[in-house]
């Protein structure tokens, strides 16, 4: 499958714009600590169901792909044909020398576009936390119309209810969350099914974390034809 895109500029939004240059100025720190930090078993096990569902030589799409390891790396030492989007300038430079083979996209995830039908897996890990939350509808109804039908998304969101300013290795930062049970109707009101989902509380019995998600694409029946022809 070929994917289309359109790349619709730089983020405006002061909340957006607080990450990406975020992202752009711990591009080193952080980095360096994503790709030597021990991968938690709960993430490569969720990864691993993620690419038990692809076909082989998929076409998948990374959204908030960053320096391109491990996630996108990972991706496409597995064979498979990846499209990488960011936002931070920083992050994708990475991305471009640790993964040349990638097509990498500098957008706004919540602006970017791509003809339906260009993916047989998404990937948005820890990404989606970093939008303002009334933009995660469009979001999901873009992922459903970007997957092939039956195809796979791997998906983490932040579960709290409402925006967090905080700093990340120094520098401001913005995450936003809804609480679970509403992202889940979210993403069924925008046609994913959801295969299975995990909640990490970031305090034991808390209501606030981190849920890992796997929804999938499931066809919409043909509406039966009715009358004569
Ligand atoms: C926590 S990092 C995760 C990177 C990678 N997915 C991983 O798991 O290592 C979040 C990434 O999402 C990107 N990002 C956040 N909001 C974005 C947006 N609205 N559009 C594009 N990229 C965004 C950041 O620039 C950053 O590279």
Redesign the pocket.
Known sequence: MQAGYQLRGV?VDPR?SV??RA?DQVVDTWGQA?RTAAISTRESTWVERFHSALPSGASVLDL???SGAP?LLDVLRRGHRVVG????RE?LLGARIRCPQALLVQ????EVEFAASSFDGIIA???LW??PRDEHPRVFDGIRRWLAGGGTALLTLAVGNGALFTDLMGAPVFYDAWPEATSLRMLGDAGLSVVGHHFQPVEEGGAEGHLIILVANTPIAAPHATGTT
């Open positions: 983020a957006k990450v990406q992202y994503r908030g792909c960053g996630i989007v960011d936002f931070s992050q957008a706004d995830i919540g890990y820890d990404s970093h939008l």
